[in-house]
């Protein structure tokens, strides 16, 4: 069950244009202000437009998850491509996040040395409304030498919330709902 997303970094500002006209330059990777984090897929109206909430987890960590599950998190922020809030990142990590039976592997939040999920910024319109709007395109996982490509992904996990996992370039476990 991972339907495939665009994370859109939603951006107040921008989200006021009238028609979508993309710029003309590459976006940064290095976002200051804070932001929140939009998954779209249209075509799995049960993660449409859904919020990227962080769920506090131990030694500081936190776990991602769908709105409504955890907290809203509005005040992140991307440098070269990390997400981060405050002292903790976005990694994905291997055992014991990975499971074989669909090859993904958690992605989630802290400070440790895992492995980073990174990401490149690019221009898009949103699917409902045509306003502009960047997204987050996942670049690669940041193993030694980096993992390039793959996508990010939701699935369904305990307690009927949507976790976010990483989907490896030309994976063939991965399931669609
Ligand atoms: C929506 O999910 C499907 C299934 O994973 C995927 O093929 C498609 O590319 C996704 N669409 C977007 C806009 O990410
Ligand atoms: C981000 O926002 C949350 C919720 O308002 C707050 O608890 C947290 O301290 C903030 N963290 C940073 C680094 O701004
Ligand atoms: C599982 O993912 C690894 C990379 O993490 C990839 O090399 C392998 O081909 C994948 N297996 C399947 C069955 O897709």
């Known amino acids: 069950m991972l339907p495939s997303s665009s994370l859109a970094v939603f951006l107040g500002a921008l989200a006021t244009a009238l028609a979508c006209d993309i710029p003309g330059d ?24 859904r919020m990227m909430n962080l769920w506090p987890a131990g030694g500081g960590d936190n776990h991602l998850y769908l709105s409504p599950a955890g907290d809203a998190a509005s005040n992140l922020t991307l440098a070269d491509g990390v997400i981060n809030r405050g002292i903790i990142h976005a990694v994905i990590n291997g055992e014991p996040q990975y499971t074989a039976d669909d090859n993904t592997t958690k992605i989630f939040m802290t400070q440790r040395g895992d492995p980073k999920a990174l990401f490149d910024v690019a221009y898009g319109c949103n699917p409902d409304t045509d306003a502009l709007q960047k997204e987050l395109v996942l670049r690669a996982r940041g193993t030694n030498p980096p993992t390039l490509g793959g996508h990010i992904c939701v699935r369904l996990a305990s307690g009927n919330r949507h976790e976010f996992r990483y989907s490896p370039p030309g994976n063939t476990g991965e399931q669609t709902l």
Not at 26 to 49: K, L, R, W
């Open 26 to 49: 590459t976006p940064s990777n290095t976002i200051v202000e804070g932001f929140a984090i939009q998954v779209q897929n249209a075509s799995y109206p049960i993660i449409h437009n």
